[in-house]
């Protein structure tokens, strides 16, 4: 099977999930694809034995990762190209996807990149950010994997990867008093800019001096002290200095 | 020529700036804008020099006032010359804002200041290996002792120099830059500025956003992360290389105490009643005194003169204007101010707003907005200005509310003159307490309807110092003297208008016109009603005015002790007076003035008319 194949299939499997609730069969992608039953299912086979997907009883498929890899990165090259023929370059809706279909295959992953960023400033200038769906779905550019993000109830349970479940990694309301603690992350917003001021950036040790019951605290930063109001508190991941 | 003091909140600036501008030279305050910027003037040399205290901030990458203030100076090289003054003791932190002043490319002179703290916790930095590595002169200097401070403007004329010192960013910062600086005439600074979001103009921001998305994508951190992480990095770098001995940490931290719920919240009640009670006893020992001084020496020898009457009216209202001022200034406002101003100095105010910070969020607010409520203890006027330093509109609206409601010294004079004397000493504390439970119920009512985004607390709580007489007492005196320009003028205006008023009859004739109202509603004699309605000039004039319109100081032969305790508790809550109106309209519009005196008008009368309902 060639390459593009395979990556048509998985991309195929995908959309299934993110669309429609059942996870699909073979047939599914078959009528997806417009080709024949059988040798959908045939390929399918051949890729489970390669480790993309997985068949349970009932013939069901789910991705695993390695096949969610591949898939997400077909289907986002599919969506910036489709948007970047359709949108910009004023192609109609299903030619600009036919041919998107063939180009994810072959494009490389700068030049997806480059277009990408040029839709997206392009598009922010046109105020398509407003409300202009095929630009949406490349601005929110992470598709979940159904499986590992427990949407769908896969068989192939695996740890979801980068997030690590390590109990040493906390907001700092539930940090240790008085412990050298590493910075690695700022989920907050609006105030961001003021804690990057004062030296609260990832990589940097800060040393909770005090946690009030409500969870205010006062944060040892560059030997300054700076204290916080719970919410933002809350938004700072730390974890323990090893 | 123009010089700018630029550096962190709470490096001795102002100290600084003081210092220079000096005594004897005119120290000008431009009240209106927004961010209090103070310029100064000294003579050096025959030359005269315009020297600006800029506020102080964090970086210039923000989007407060202050700091689109700092930012737009130095973008229009509106300034001639730049002192950067550095935290001695946190020279890291302070570095960071420096990289970012001196890319503008002025001429800069650094001043790092606290070396005597630096001293005395162990830290001794090379001032001429820093000068080496910034490529511009570095004094050392002690503002709060003056050593060193005599040395600024003398080594700035002389050596001033812009700073060769350059940020390495990383490399694709640098592409972005290079690329933007050549599609665009703007400086370095503006390009790094707009990769960062910030910035006028919207077709390089377009263009900026665009290359800042590519970076975002390929580095998964913001152009704004990198460069902050980049300055960060390099201040790190430069401390470590000019800075030797570890800090020492002190063997007894007061933190331990002060900023813990036990005893730390016992200790901020016992401090700021111990500073009310104080400042009431003083207090109202030297109005006694002023009040006897100025009736003794400048009204009855005025009523002596035997004037036309019109012209006496005039200038009796004048004196009147004067007294009330100086009479509530000096021994209220001043004494307060001088304990506010030790509170400040030592840094205790932050630690009072961080253990406030849960009891602020109830109301709507967050822990610093406990600073304009305390400080509305002593005079609303000052108090509203403070609003400024919270964060957002949503939070200065609701104080501007509540910090209206705290009564003020005047209002406690009313409450001690009236309530105490003749009703009890408990019914007097009882007002404290309506009026707290009023400020309470107000914030979170306000705190539920008013829109906004509700913004954290983020505050720097600077190290304990001990505070010194000297800067205290100057502090003080800024502050009353502040207070009696805006203040005063008014004052004596309002004064000559009531005067007015009373001398062609129009007192008698509302006194008139508001008796079945007064009677029926408020319980209280219609005289009585008047004499609230000078509590508009200013308080603790009502009290006043209702000795002389009740014809008794005995206030007890003419009213019953409920209409009195009615009376008090009307005059505290209802209606601001005149300079907090003022300054309210000044700091947050016309429409914050209309809600608030409209809102304390109501609530006043509706209180004393409860009372009424109550106890007829």
Request: with cysteine.
């Amino acid at each position: 099977m060639e390459s593009s194949e395979r990556e048509d299939y998985l991309e195929a499997v995908l959309v299934r999930y993110l669309t429609a609730q059942p996870p699909p069969s073979a047939k599914d992608v078959a009528k997806d694809l417009s080709q024949a039953e059988d040798t959908v299912s045939a390929d399918l086979k051949s890729l489970e034995k390669q480790g993309d997907l997985v068949f349970d009883e009932k013939g069901a498929i789910s991705l695993t990762v390695q096949g969610h890899t591949i898939a997400e990165r077909v289907l986002k090259k599919h969506r910036v190209l489709q948007c970047f023929l359709g949108e910009i370059l004023g192609m109609e809706d299903h030619a600009a996807s036919d041919e998107a279909c063939v180009l994810e295959h072959s494009i490389s992953d700068t030049a997806i990149n480059r277009i990408g960023d040029y839709v997206k400033s392009a598009g922010l200038r046109r105020g398509w950010h407003r409300g202009n769906t095929s630009y949406h779905r490349i601005i929110n550019n992470s598709i979940p994997n159904p499986v590992t993000s427990g949407l769908v109830p896969g068989i192939h349970k695996v740890p979801p990867v980068g997030t690590s479940s390590d109990p040493v990694c906390c907001s700092l309301i539930d940090a240790t008093e008085s412990v050298p603690l590493a910075v690695i992350g700022i989920t907050g917003g609006e105030y961001l800019h003021r804690l990057i001021d004062l030296g609260v950036i990832p990589g940097e040790v800060v040393i909770l001096k005090r946690r009030l019951h409500n969870n205010a605290v006062v944060l040892q930063v560059k030997e300054c002290d700076i204290a916080l109001s719970p919410e933002i508190a809350g938004t700072i991941l730390v974890e323990k200095m090893r | 020529m123009k010089i700018g003091l630029i550096g962190n909140p709470n490096v001795g600036k102002s100290l600084i700036f003081n210092q220079l501008t000096g005594l004897g030279v005119e120290v000008s305050n431009y009240p209106g804008t927004t961010v209090g910027l103070e310029t100064g003037h000294v003579c050096y040399q025959r030359e005269k020099f315009e020297i600006c205290d800029l506020p102080g901030i964090y970086s210039l990458d923000g989007d407060s006032d202050e700091e689109k203030l700092v930012n737009g100076m130095l973008e229009r090289h509106e300034l001639d010359l730049v002192i950067a003054i550095l935290d001695a003791v946190h020279l890291e932190r302070n570095l960071y804002l420096f990289f970012q002043v001196a890319e503008y490319g002025l001429p800069l002179l650094v001043v790092l200041n606290m070396a005597d703290e630096a001293e005395k916790s162990g830290i001794s930095v090379d001032s001429q290996e820093l000068s080496k590595i910034l490529g511009c002169p570095v004094i050392m200097t002690a503002a709060i002792h003056g050593r060193g401070t005599g040395q600024i403007l003398p080594s700035a004329l002389s050596s001033a120099c812009p700073a060769t010192v350059t940020v390495g960013y990383d490399h694709h910062i640098e592409a972005a830059v290079r690329s933007i600086l050549g599609n665009f005439p703007v400086s370095r600074p503006v390009a790094i500025l707009s990769l960062e979001g910030i910035g006028a103009d919207q077709e390089m921001l377009d263009s900026s956003a665009a290359i800042a998305n590519e970076i975002e994508n390929r580095h998964k951190m913001s152009p704004r992360q990198i460069i902050s992480a980049n300055r960060h990095h390099f201040a790190e770098l430069v401390a470590g290389r000019v800075i030797t001995g570890r800090q020492k940490k002190p063997g007894f931290d007061l933190d331990r105490l002060l900023t813990k719920g036990i005893p730390g919240i016992p200790i901020m009640a016992a401090i700021l009643i111990g500073i009310l009670l104080v400042v009431f006893t003083i207090g109202s020992w030297l109005e006694g005194i002023i009040v006897a001084l100025f009736t003794t020496y400048l009204v009855e020898p005025l009523l002596a003169l035997g004037l036309p009457p019109l012209l006496q009216q005039l200038s009796i209202s004048v004196l009147l204007g004067l007294q009330a001022g100086i009479g509530i200034a000096f021994p209220f406002i001043f004494t307060f101010y001088i304990f506010i101003s030790i509170l400040e100095d030592s840094g205790y105010l932050t630690r009072a707003a961080f253990l406030a910070d849960q009891a602020m969020h109830r109301i709507g607010m967050h822990g610093q907005a406990i600073i304009p409520l305390i400080l509305g203890f002593g005079c609303t006027v000052p108090a509203v200005m403070s609003i400024r330093l919270l964060a957002s509109r949503r939070e200065r609206f609701i104080a501007s509310f509540l910090v209206t409601m705290v009564p003020c010294s005047a209002r406690t004079v009313i409450i001690a003159g009236v309530v105490a004397t003749f009703v009890g000493i408990w019914w007097a504390l009882s007002i404290y307490l309506i009026v707290f439970i009023l400020v309470v119920l107000t914030g979170l009512f306000l705190s539920r309807i008013t829109p906004g985004e509700q913004f954290g607390m983020i505050m720097e709580m600077a190290p304990l110092r001990a505070p010194q007489a000297a800067n205290v007492v100057k502090k003080s005196w800024r502050k009353i003297s502040e207070f009696l320009t805006i203040a005063m003028p008014l004052l004596i205006i309002s004064s000559v208008i009531l005067g007015l008023l009373q001398y062609y009859g129009v007192i008698s004739a509302f006194t008139n016109f508001i008796e079945p109202f007064s009677m029926r509603v408020l319980g209280i004699p219609a005289y009585a009603t008047t004499a609230l309605m000078f509590g508009i000039l200013r308080k603790e004039m009502a009290l006043g005015a209702l000795v002389v319109l009740a014809g008794t100081p005995a206030l007890n032969t003419v009213m019953t002790q409920v209409q009195l305790y009615t009376w008090a508790i009307i005059s505290v809550l209802f209606v601001p007076c005149i300079s907090t109106i003022a300054v309210l309209y000044r700091q947050m519009g016309l429409k914050t003035v209309v809600l608030v005196t409209t809102y304390t008008v109501i609530l006043g009368i509706a209180i004393g008319a409860g009372i009424h309902l109550a106890f007829p």
